[in-house]
């Protein structure tokens, strides 16, 4: 069955970065875009870009452009969301989405 | 950016009860637009495609529907499992931006 797996939970310093992975199982990988959404404590869901994984090209919400990057390594069919210079308010559960399936959630904790 | 509105932001309801929730976009997406229902502790579950196609496998008591920038998703028999926050998602115009989120709780 069609399947998004992610990393597991990071605790990193404030100007740290962190990278998080979502390995694709159960379809073509390259056949799908793969989006990033996080979800801050107690709030709503943010979306934070896509990449297409065939081509590699990708679009990111402006509030993250020079932040973020995604990338993907279609041999193993994985996604990668890369972010960096963190601060507390990067605290969030972060999710791949393929909108009708989404991984886990990997939770990134930015603390002192 | 696209704003969706997303009304109420919470609502109180029994179970066998008719519900209704609304998103209206700051600007018209034709019918890009998703529901998704998340309850605590696990991910974003899609109900609801093109605001008006129901995913595979969810129950026919969840429909959706609309166009331009007013879309409403409605749950004609409220079941125990219902009971979460649901979002809408808007995939026009980049950013992708999702409705501030409904909470149905029971009554």
């Known amino acids: 069955q069609v399947q998004l797996v992610q990393s597991g939970a990071e605790v990193k310093k404030p100007g740290a970065s962190v990278r998080v992975s979502c390995k694709a199982s159960?379809?073509?990988?390259?056949?799908?875009?793969m989006h990033w959404v996080r979800q801050a404590p107690g709030q709503g869901l943010e979306w934070m870009g896509r990449i297409n994984p065939n081509t590699g090209d990708t679009n990111y919400a402006q509030r993250f452009q020079g932040r973020v990057t995604m990338t993907r390594d279609t041999s193993i069919s994985t996604a990668f969301m890369s972010l960096s210079r963190l601060r507390s308010d990067d605290t969030a559960i972060y999710y791949c989405?393929?909108?009708?399936?989404w991984g886990q959630g990997t939770t990134v904790t930015v603390s002192s | 950016d696209i704003q969706m509105t997303q009304s109420p932001s919470s609502l109180s309801a029994s179970v066998g009860d008719r519900v209704t929730i609304t998103c209206r976009a700051s600007?018209?997406?034709?019918?890009?637009l998703g529901w998704y229902q998340q309850t605590p502790g696990k991910a974003p579950k899609r109900l609801i495609y093109a605001a008006s196609s129901l995913q595979s496998g969810v129950p026919s008591r969840f429909s959706g529907s609309g166009s331009g920038t007013e879309f409403t998703l409605t749950i004609s028999s409220l079941q125990p499992e219902d009971f979460a926050t649901y979002y809408c998602l808007q995939h026009n115009t980049f950013p992708l931006t999702f409705g501030g989120g409904t909470r149905l709780e029971i009554k």
């Open positions: 989405a393929r909108w009708d399936v």
């Open positions: 600007q018209g997406i034709t019918n890009d």
């Open positions: 159960g379809y073509i990988f390259s056949g799908h875009y």
